[in-house]
C-alpha cells in the first residue's frame, strides 16, 4: 500500500532552489505531524522537517533553518518543502513519512520511493 509520493528533485547548482511535494494517503495523510527525511549517500537517514496537521507547529534541523520551509495543504493531503539556497551537503534522497510519535521522531515503517536532490558545487 503506497502512502506517500515524492516528486520534485533534480539537479541544480549551488545557490538554486527546489520545492518538493509529498502526495500522502492512507495514515501518513491522516498524520498528525508529517516530516521530511533525507538520505546521502554512504550516510543513514536523517531528519530535515516536520510539520503539525494545522501547520502552527514546524521544526527544522539546525543545517536547514532559514533555508528550508516545511508547508502542508490538507485538502490536497500534499506537504511541500521548499528548499533555498541549496548546498552540496543538501545532496541526498528526499523522503516523506509520517510520525507515530513525533516527540521521539518514531515514523511508520514503511517508505516511499523517495525523489533525488543533487546539488552540484
Known amino acids: 500500500q503506497v502512502e506517500m509520493v515524492e516528486s520534485g528533485g533534480g539537479s541544480v547548482q549551488a545557490g538554486g532552489s527546489l520545492r518538493l511535494s509529498c502526495a500522502a494517503s492512507?495514515?501518513?495523510?491522516?498524520?498528525?505531524?508529517i516530516g521530511w527525511f533525507r538520505q546521502a549517500p554512504g550516510k543513514e537517514r536523517e531528519y530535515v522537517a516536520a510539520i503539525s496537521k494545522s501547520s502552527a507547529s514546524v521544526d527544522y534541523v539546525d543545517s536547514v533553518k532559514g533555508r528550508f520551509s516545511i508547508s502542508r495543504d490538507n485538502a490536497k493531503n500534499t506537504v511541500y518543502l521548499q528548499m533555498n539556497s541549496l548546498k552540496p551537503e543538501d545532496t541526498g534522497v528526499y523522503y516523506c513519512?509520517?510520525?507515530?510519535?513525533?516527540?521521539?521522531?518514531?515514523?511508520?515503517?514503511?517508505w516511499g520511493q523517495g525523489t533525488q536532490v543533487t546539488v552540484s558545487s
Open positions: 513519512n509520517g510520525f507515530v510519535d513525533y516527540f521521539s521522531r518514531r515514523t511508520f515503517e514503511y
Open positions: 492512507g495514515r501518513t495523510a491522516s498524520s498528525h505531524f
